[in-house]
Nanobody
Framework: QVELEESGGGLVQPGGSLRLSCAGS????????MHWYRQAPGEQRKLVAG???????EYAESVKGRFTIERDNPRTVMYLQMNNLESEDPAVYYC?????????WGQGTQVTVSS
């Protein structure tokens, strides 16, 4: 059973924008904090942004002012709006959540930045 599923990745030119989506089950969106991570080739997976069930947010320094994380709890969808994409941003982007007894990852969606 797929509990988190990302979509919205693709190829964009430098300076362009993409909006990633993560669809999840209602039980996750009722109470769990949620995150976006990314992993570039040869690098460790890194936190990009996080959002609590109440809407509190945090961002990696490298994306502050360019990326916005949001969640729509009734529709059980989380978003990552990425603007002004740069050469450091290409990676596989993963949706993540963690509760008291479980940790869940999506399958990832590829973001490529190239002219």
């Amino acid at each position: 059973q797929v509990e988190l599923e990302e979509s919205g990745g693709g190829l964009v030119q430098p300076g362009g924008s993409l909006r990633l989506s993560c669809a999840g089950s209602p039980r996750i969106f009722r109470t769990y904090p949620m995150h976006w991570y990314r992993q570039a080739p040869g690098e460790q997976r890194k936190l990009v942004a996080g959002i609590t069930s109440g809407g509190g947010t945090e961002y990696a320094e490298s994306v502050k002012g360019r990326f916005t994380i949001e969640r729509d709890n009734p529709r059980t969808v989380m978003y990552l709006q990425m603007n002004n994409l740069e050469s450091e941003d290409p990676a596989v982007y993963y949706c993540h959540t963690q509760g008291n007894t479980e940790e869940l990852w999506g399958q990832g969606t590829q973001v490529t930045v190239s002219s």
